[in-house]
């Protein structure tokens, strides 16, 4: 089965800081594909990025990064000088690549607030 | 924006009542997942559809049920509802083109279901 943990329920920072946001997960599949979702108070979920389980470089992204550590299971999210439009609800998200279907399983998500 | 329509985006109805939601995939993509997203449970995988089939099954309850139509939207059936069924349902369609792809889900902005 898998699981994906987001033990930060709830951040607060004040804006320019950086902040990270931790995700581990589980899984017995070789070959995964982990993602990151923002849901703004408008309530959608916006796509930030997608990682498969073969490639562990870092990536940035303008103020976003990510950071993916087999070894830890650990797939992390930096905000670096955070704004006030981050302020949302975070999600990291697991999937497997087998018989055609993407099912995604979700952390419980952190609440980012991003105090002016 | 995503692409993923989805109507209506509010709807309040009663228990016992029954409710269809309704989905348009992004242009091309033959694949509509639905999830449910609660306060207790989180983003939950409801039900894949690929092209008209379904393909593959979540923690869907009995009461609810799913079709995709030969032009691609989907239609979600809730019936029977409860209180506990209040809840944002999600659609999102992917990019599948085949062997190798990503997984990558392009999520519509919700149907809020509330029941009274």
């Known amino acids: 089965a898998q699981k994906v943990t987001q033990a930060q329920t709830e951040i607060s920072v004040v804006e320019k800081e950086d902040v990270t946001l931790d995700c581990v997960y589980e899984?017995?599949?070789?070959?995964?594909?982990l993602f990151w979702y923002k849901q703004p108070p408008s309530g959608e979920l916006v796509f930030l990025i997608r990682?498969?389980?073969?490639?562990?470089q870092n990536e940035i992204s303008g103020r976003y990064s990510w950071n993916f550590q087999k070894s830890t299971s650990s797939f992390n999210f930096t905000i670096t000088a955070s704004q006030v439009v981050d302020s949302a609800v975070y999600f990291c998200?697991?999937?497997?690549?087998?018989?055609?279907?993407?099912?995604?399983?979700f952390g419980k998500g952190t609440k980012l607030s991003v105090i002016p | 924006d995503s692409g993923v329509t989805q109507t209506p985006k509010h709807l309040i109805t009663a228990t016992g009542q029954r409710v269809t939601l309704r989905c348009s995939p992004r242009?091309?993509?033959?694949?509509v997942y639905w999830y449910q997203q609660s306060l207790d449970q989180g983003l939950q995988f409801l039900i894949q559809?690929?092209?008209?089939?379904?393909?593959a099954k979540g923690n869907i309850l009995e009461r609810f049920s799913a079709q995709q139509f030969p032009d691609l939207h989907s239609e979600l059936n809730l019936s029977s509802l409860e209180l506990g069924d209040s809840a944002l349902y999600f659609c999102?369609?992917?990019?599948?083109?085949?062997?190798?792809?990503?997984?990558?889900?392009?999520f519509g902005e919700g149907s809020r279901l509330t029941v009274l």
């Open positions: 242009s091309g993509d033959l694949s």
């Open positions: 990682r498969n389980s073969f490639d562990e």
């Open positions: 559809y690929y092209n008209g089939e379904e393909r």
């Open positions: 999102a369609s992917s990019v599948e083109k085949g062997g190798g792809d990503t997984g990558e889900l392009f």
């Open positions: 998200a697991l999937t497997y690549s087998g018989a055609g279907s993407y099912q995604l399983t």
């Open positions: 899984t017995r599949d070789t070959t995964y594909y």
